[in-house]
């Protein structure tokens, strides 16, 4: 099985800026992809940003220029680095896993952390 742990979210004023993690464990290898989808209230949850395992990167068209994913493959964790921070972003963010299991693609969700952006 394959954990995902985020880190807090927390509230932020618009035009700030903070970084999430999630740090994976367990049976984490062929490792197609690792990410972060958001789901505001009363909306179907969105990719937000995707690193692949090559480290080939992607992003929702709302965040680029502000928002930026990374990988640290030694501590098997990822980072969403947020900046300039708009109310819109406000949402439940949850890290997602996507491996190889043979030729199948598995899925794996982290628990969900809010961010709130607001004065």
């Known amino acids: 099985q394959v954990q995902l742990v985020e880190s807090w979210g927390d509230l932020v004023q618009p035009g700030g800026s903070l970084r999430l993690s999630c740090a994976a464990s367990?049976?984490?290898?062929?490792?197609?992809?690792m990410g972060w989808y958001r789901q505001a209230s009363g909306k179907e949850r969105e990719l937000v940003a995707v690193?692949?395992?090559?480290?080939?990167?992607n992003y929702v068209d709302a965040v680029k220029g502000r928002f930026t994913i990374s990988r640290d493959n030694a501590k098997n964790t990822v980072y969403l680095q947020m900046n300039s921070l708009k109310p819109e972003d406000t949402a439940v963010y949850y890290c997602?896993?996507?491996?190889?299991?043979?030729?199948?693609?598995?899925?794996?969700w982290g628990q969900g952390t809010q961010i709130i952006v607001s004065s």
């Open positions: 367990g049976s984490i290898f062929n490792i197609k992809d």
């Open positions: 997602n896993l996507h491996r190889w299991v043979g030729a199948v693609v598995t899925s794996h």
């Open positions: 690193i692949s395992g090559g480290g080939n990167t």
